[in-house]
């Protein structure tokens, strides 16, 4: 039987890992994977999920399983901080995930199940896992273009063009902010404009929301998220808590399905079978974790004040790196480094280039050029922007 197996393609930010871990260079600089590090290159315990973690081991008193959906505390917590308080909970479904890849693994099957025949379009370029996903599932899926290469913007009006071949009951995957790999994102009235043409399709937004909280703060990472839930019948978002609270390892998600009142106790008995069918009962502890930081008004404060540090130390990396570039390049023709959002800014250069930086600098990014800028600290961004010039981009 298992010589019957086919190797299969590495996942391209898994297999960078690796490739970063066996440089034996001293000098090496890892902007590759999607995780937070501090000037130091750690990726530290945020104080305020630590604390809630020694509040949680002093009362936890069972580990006997827990709800198979999830538990109602974080999902009313986690909505509250998605969707906003006054949130229409008598319409919102919600299913504690493996993560937010499981949000998004399990907002892909619901659809499936619901609507057979249902095309998902997602951004040219995403995520490279959810195309992934999507071709192990045997999903259909379209591509619509985003991304101008040559401004390193949005390209909105190549991208309504294409969205203009959606069909009733398809699917369009959005990223809430901070595009993963790009860093370039909808301002709030091309959201809107977004919304008009789901309201006059019948395409269903499904949102992943991965990192809010990185791009310009908690509540406007989450204001394209909230105008469409305000505005369509049916909404499916994929919230991650990996980035934001540093659980990366925990795998703590939601996915929140918006629909009618009519038809809520169909759609949350629906996503419990999904969570049965996969793997049963989803992680708590990381669940436990957010639910405590953000209930706790002094470790929520205390987390909040964490993660806008986060935010303003790559915001500030950010605009060095787009300084230093503008100083050896002469140009502004960086300067969209400062305007992304984000962990990532895709700079669009050539693999070739990428893996020039590989060898001569020891600077790991993924192949389509999109950089980590959490992965860089003032010491090394003259050295990346150095790389960058010397590699002719
Ligand atoms: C990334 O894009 O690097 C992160 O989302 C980590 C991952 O799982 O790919």
Redesign the pocket.
Known sequence: MLNNLKPQAQ?K??ALMGQFRADPRDTKIDL????YKDADGKTPIMHAVKAAGKLLWDTEITKTYSGLAGEPDYHAAMAEMVLGAGYPADRLAALSTVG??GACRQGFELAAMANPDCTIWVSDPT???HLSILNFMGQAHKPYRYFDSETRSVSFDAMMEDLKGVKKGDIVLLHGCCH??TGANLTLDQWGAVADLLENTGAIPMIDL?YQGFGDGLEEDAAGTRLIASRLPEVLIAA?C??NFGI?RERAGVLFVLGDVATRDLTQSTLAYLNRQNYSFPPFHGQALVTKVLTDPTLRAQWQAELEDVRLGMLGLREQLAAELRQLSNSDRFDFIAEHRG??SRIGCSPEAVEKMRVDNGIYM?GDS?L?IAGLNPTTVPILAKAIIDAGV
């Open positions: 996942d930010i898994l590759g994977v999607g995780v937010g890849t995520w490279p896992n993963n790999p991965a991650s990996s980035k990366y962990m990532f993924v999109r980590n």
